[in-house]
Each structure stands twice: as C-alpha cells, then as structure tokens.
C-alpha cells in the first residue's frame, strides 16, 4: 500500500498564486494540499486544526519580518516550513532563515518546490 501524500497547507497574500499551487500538485499524488490560507490568521487556525506535514508560506510582505512564521511553527512544531517567496534568499533576514526549513524562491517551477519537500521531509515521488 503507498504511503499517504503529504498534507500541505499554503499561505500566500495572492490568490492567484494559491490557485496556481493548486494547479502545479494537481498531477503529484504524493503531495496534497490540504487548505490554501488567503493570510496568516487563516493559515494559523488550519494549521492548529490540520497538522500539516508540510507548510508553504510566502513571506507576506516582509523580508525581515519572522513573527508569522514563528506563529506557524508554534501551531504545528512537527511540520516542515517553507519559505516561498519573491526575495531572494540574500534579501531576507537572518532571522527568517533560521525559523525556515528551507528557503524556495519564486520563479522555480513545481519540480524544483517539490524536490525541496521531498528533501526535507525524506520522502519520494509517488
């Protein structure tokens, strides 16, 4: 019997981007995202209900900012947490590279976010 896809929850401040996440798992039974949060307050709730194995957030503005991340972390210690975001990696905070497991940034398509998953989190494409 296959393992269970990872359970993911994605925040993000754009819709269309949660849509495209989406989109780009669709086809990936390994992964499932399991609520796309418009914000970190509904990211926080879904994630204390959910316990994803997995969240995806971008970093909602601020590149120097990790509280929101933290918030995340505080609500589901054990999920893995990446960054997914528009600055690149030298234009974020110190800070917020230490809360991360993993800093992706915009631009890379799904298979290079995948990759980043399935590395922190030791599992293999279905």
Avoid: N
Wanted: with cysteine; glycine share 4%.
């Amino acid at each position: 019997m296959p393992d269970a896809p990872l359970r993911i929850v994605h925040c993000d401040d754009s819709p269309s981007f949660l849509m495209l996440m989406r989109h780009w798992f669709e086809d990936h039974p390994d992964v499932r995202i399991v609520h796309s949060a418009l914000g970190i307050r509904d990211a926080i709730e879904h994630v204390r209900e959910l316990r994803p194995d997995v969240i995806i957030s971008d970093t909602l503005g601020s590149a120097a900012d990790p509280s929101h991340l933290r918030w995340l972390r505080e609500a589901a210690p054990d999920a893995r947490l990446v960054i997914f975001t528009g600055y690149l990696e030298r234009q974020l905070d110190p800070a917020l590279r230490e809360v991360a497991d993993r800093v992706v940034t915009k631009g890379v398509d799904e298979r290079d976010l995948l990759a980043a998953i399935r590395e922190i989190t030791g599992s293999a494409p279905a």
